[in-house]
């Protein structure tokens, strides 16, 4: 048995690795969880904190008695304010005021003070979480600004800890490892040392990092545009700006994840592997399981379930949370299946319109088929675009539009996809919102349109 420690800093790190069996199967790599949401105040954080104050300290950055200040999101400033508490120092948070109320609470249960701004102001605006928490250390003597997002110590932190321990636990034997991003600092840091250790016996690592659309993460990393500036509900991940702690130079692939897939993944995860983690532990896993589908069998995934799911009983284990915010995923979950069942019992190929159709002509082919959408396949950069027929209607009522002008100026950007291999749970709330669900594949190619009919079909046939 252990013996005992002197303090809970003590036993921050050295987390335990399992292996998932429920939410993969026998053709995929397997997938390895690295569970965070096991450290002492519940993610993976407590390492970066600790380290950025102990290394704060050592250069005389900080001295007894003094203020930690940081704009957090939730788990750093748990994270702080454990080690905060131990060490006899005063801590204050900034936090958005998107964050659940279980992660104030539990901020203030340590000790700590609590500042809340808006959500839905710019980075630079004086009233942003972090220009506050910046205001607050200039005006408290003898503070320290944690500064998650641009202190390279937080890098350090998965460096010296997170990746050694990753690389020992599966005797060096990792393919690829998936990590979300919200400081930057544990796939920086863990990408960092992977990619070393691999060099050094001769193999490659791949490291993959997840990202909810809505942030300017993957569009940065593929150097694209921003065009969608929608939010997401997810906490702690992705970001309105680059962090400092963000190396893309060792990251090889950014994926995109979105709070419907994130949430799904994190209900199936405690409910099948008895895993209770937080949101983006789901979008990790949903992360990693395309990536263990593409690497097939004989590899190794390894993912990060960086937080405990107690910190979410409002939200994605809250089914009128869920239900009130489009993502009710419950009534299909009933039913097994994926969405490549549903396709294959309805069978038949997708309709397109061409872009340059005319109205006329496309709203007859409609009627023929007797279809109410129709895609426009995306070409040249264009993105995929959907025709319905209410669109059609309205626009040639208002005298908008005239039956010969090209159907695409009658088009609206494509919504509510999935893949072949989600579960049929899927598609309820994208029938909900759409009336279809489009399934496209790896490639981002339409390789199906299912309606409620085709799953009232394909459900009614089991």
């Known amino acids: 048995m252990n013996k005992p420690v002197s303090s809970i800093l003590e036993v921050v790190g050295n987390t335990p690795m399992i292996e998932l069996h429920k939410v993969v199967d026998e053709s995929m790599a397997r997938v390895l969880v690295k569970c965070e949401f096991l450290q002492p105040s519940g993610s993976v954080k407590d390492r970066m904190a600790q380290h950025i104050i102990e290394q704060a300290e050592a250069r005389g950055e900080i001295k007894p008695g003094g ?78 600004l944690i500064d998650q997002f641009f202190n390279l110590d937080n890098i350090e932190a998965h460096y010296q800890t997170t990746g050694p321990e990753l690389w020992e636990q599966t005797d060096g034997e990792i393919d690829a490892f998936v990590s979300g991003a919200g400081s930057g600092g544990t796939i920086s840091g863990v990408g960092r040392y992977l990619k070393e250790k691999a060099k050094e016996a001769g193999k490659e690592v791949r490291n993959v990092l997840f990202d909810p659309p809505g942030s300017i993460l993957y569009n940065s990393y593929y150097k694209k545009p921003v ?80 937080d405990s799911g107690n910190r979410y009983l409002s939200k994605v284990y809250n089914d009128e949370w869920l239900r009130d915010n489009g993502f009710a995923l419950h009534g299909f979950g009933l039913w097994k299946g994926r969405v490549a069942d549903v396709l294959s019992h309805k069978g038949g190929d997708v309709i397109f319109a061409e872009a340059d159709e005319d109205i006329s002509t496309v709203a007859g082919r409609m009627g023929d088929h007797g279809i109410s959408q129709m895609p426009i396949a995306g070409t040249g950069g264009r993105s995929h675009m959907m025709i319905h027929e209410s669109d059609l209607l309205q626009a040639l009522l208002l005298g908008t539009l005239k039956p010969n002008d090209p159907v695409l100026e009658a088009a609206n950007e494509l919504k509510g996809k999935v893949t072949p291999h989600d579960h049929i749970a899927m598609l309820e709330p994208l029938l909900d919102d759409a009336s279809v669900a489009v399934v496209t594949d790896d490639a981002n190619t339409i390789t199906g349109i299912i309606s409620k009919i085709d799953v009232v079909k394909y459900i009614a046939s089991l």
Request: with cysteine.
């Open 67 to 144: 203020t930690l200040v940081e704009a957090t999101a939730g788990n750093t400033g748990l994270a702080v304010a454990m080690v905060a508490a131990v060490k006899g120092y005063r801590a204050i948070f900034v936090m958005p005021d998107k964050f659940s109320v279980e992660k104030i609470n539990m901020l203030k249960a340590f000790g700590s003070e609590v500042v809340v701004t808006p959500t839905a102001v710019p980075e630079d605006h004086p009233e942003s979480w972090r220009e506050v928490a910046k205001r607050i250390v200039r005006e408290t003597p003898n503070s320290l």
């Open 227 to 306: 065009t969608d500036k929608t939010g997401w509900k997810m906490e702690g991940v992705g970001n309105g700006f680059v962090p400092g702690c963000l190396d893309f130079s060792v990251i090889d692939e950014v994926k995109q994840v979105n709070d419907r897939q994130a949430f799904y993944m994190t209900r199936r995860l405690a409910r099948e592997e008895g895993l209770f983690v937080g949101d983006t532990s789901g979008a990790g896993i949903f992360a990693a399981i395309e990536v263990a589908r593409a690497l097939g069998p004989g590899k190794t995934v390894v993912a990060v379930c960086g």
